[in-house]
């Protein structure tokens, strides 16, 4: 099972019961979509055996020290990822999010910034903003866990 989580803007409450189900749903890999804010949220998802992958947002102001307590896994976005035979698109800001659609390159195109969750499937692509994961904005804190096997997308409010 993956998590995508974007827009955590340092909300800790949230974090421990993302945390928590990092925990309880047998989390594989989880991706940070940008956003974080400062690096105190990384304890609560980066996690031994589990992988992890995080794009930089534009809120985000302690970039060194993100980068370096992420071991460098935290990158300027957009960025490509292959896990398997899964090809995935990920960037903060949906800047590319169309060309990538368009491309048909991708299983999925994991994104955020705008705080508003998105969940469609073209032929090929499974397009995924999870909300805010902090709940400061739209007062809903969200996260989206995925079964890359069989695509399926849940969105969760936490």
């Not at 035979?85 to 659609?101: C, G, Q, R, T, V």
Request: some cysteine.
């Amino acid at each position: 099972m993956w998590l995508v989580i974007s827009d955590t803007h340092d909300n800790m409450y949230k974090m421990k019961e993302i945390e928590k189900i990092i925990e309880r749903e047998n989390i594989t890999a989880v991706f940070h979509c940008g956003d974080f804010v400062a690096p105190f949220v990384l304890p609560y998802i980066l996690k031994e055996g589990i992988e992890f992958y995080g794009v930089f947002g534009n809120n985000d102001g302690e970039k060194l020290l993100l980068n370096e307590k992420s071991n460098g896994k935290i990158l300027i976005g957009p960025r490509s990822i292959e896990i398997g035979d899964y090809k995935i698109f990920m960037m903060h800001e949906p800047y590319s999010l169309n060309a990538a659609e368009k491309s048909g390159l991708y299983d999925f195109i994991f994104f955020g910034h705008t705080h508003e969750i998105v969940h469609r499937k073209t032929e090929k692509t499974i397009i995924v903003n999870p909300g805010e994961s902090s709940g400061w904005l739209t007062n809903r804190a969200t996260i989206a866990l995925i079964d890359p096997h069989d695509k399926e997308v849940n969105i969760m409010e936490i």
